[in-house]
Each structure stands twice: as C-alpha cells, then as structure tokens.
C-alpha cells in the first residue's frame, strides 16, 4: 500500500504469514483493486536443481493514489500505521 514492488518471500520474512495470495485475492476480488503480478523465476536449493516460478506484486502508483482516496486518506495512512506498530515497528519495505 506503500507502492513497493515485493515478492511472497518478501511479505513472509517481513511479516512471518503465508497468507499474501489470501490477502492478494481479497483485494481483486471484494475491491476490485488490479493488482500486477509480474512472473519470476530463480534456483531453488533443493539437490534437483529446479527453478521456482513466483510472482511480483505491485500497484500502478496511479490507482494506489486512486484507491487511497477512495477509503479517505487519514483512514489510509492510519491503517498502514497500525499495521506497522503490529508487526512491531516494521520498517517501510513493504
């Protein structure tokens, strides 16, 4: 909601939760917000050498700026903040 690109990897060691795609899909579905997921590939370190195929998240900065205004900007920006004082004062890498 901060307009950072991130992958699940990303969500999961900042927030310690499997549940981005939940998240992801909660958003498209019940707000329609369009969300981009950009395919990725990288090794794995398994011992049979395969690759990984994952996403990329973002939100075109426009619509994020659009989508703030929908819910209210102080409403925004409080949100962001309660989530960052859960997580114990996470920083701003998401």
Known sequence: MQGQRFTHRDFQNQTATYRLSS??????????WVI????????????TGRNATYGRYSI?????TEYR???GRERFDNFIE???KFEGGADDKL
């Open 23 to 32: 998240y992801i899909e909660h958003l498209r579905k019940t707000h329609n």
């Open 69 to 71: 205004k929908l819910i």
């Open 36 to 47: 981009e997921t950009i395919p990725e590939e990288a090794p794995t370190n398994d011992p």
């Open 82 to 84: 309660a989530v960052k």
């Open 60 to 64: 075109d900065p426009e619509l994020l």
